[in-house]
């Protein structure tokens, strides 16, 4: 698996221009985890002076889309991602560096063997943990990921 957080940085600016300009840039990659921080800006906030929640969602997912997205690659066959379903809770307001983690990357490699095998759709739930620079916790995000193999 790349480790090279600058290339996916670069992909973000590229391809996901909206969370880049708010900031949301990938810190740490690994087989199971994933870490993005984001700075609570005027550029990114809402009125009551804190992180918007939409950008909360994106620096979360990102955290475990580029696990789901970085699995599928390694296993060479053609398997389209999708979000199917979230949730999030707001336990602080998100006001300064905030970091979000994933570290469910071994979740992935069951459902991806069971799709390789049956050519079923397996679907996981994925969650992501937002904290600020005090280690606080002010959000957490879950995102049910679809995989299926694409059809030929």
Not at 33 to 38: E, I, L, S
Not at 82 to 93: D, G, I, M, Q
Not at 111 to 131: H, N, R
Request: charged share 25%; hydrophobic share 40%.
């Amino acid at each position: 698996m790349s480790t090279n957080t600058a290339k996916y940085n670069l992909f973000t600016f590229i391809k996901l221009p909206s969370a880049w300009w708010c900031g949301v840039r990938l810190k740490y990659i690994d087989d199971n985890k994933a870490v993005v921080r984001v700075r609570h800006r005027w550029f990114n906030q809402n009125p009551f002076k804190s992180m918007f929640w939409a950008v909360q969602g994106m620096a979360a997912e990102f955290t475990t889309g580029v696990l789901v997205s970085n699995k599928i690659r390694e296993s060479g066959k053609e398997i389209s991602m999708l979000v199917a379903r979230n949730n999030a809770s707001f336990t602080k307001k998100a006001r300064g560096k905030i970091t979000f983690s994933c570290e469910e990357g071994q979740k992935i490699d069951q459902a991806l063997k069971s799709t390789i095998a049956s050519g079923e759709g397996q679907t996981i739930w994925m969650k992501s943990v937002g904290l600020n620079e005090d280690g606080v916790e002010v959000s957490e995000f879950n995102f049910e990921w679809t995989i299926k193999l694409k059809r030929k």
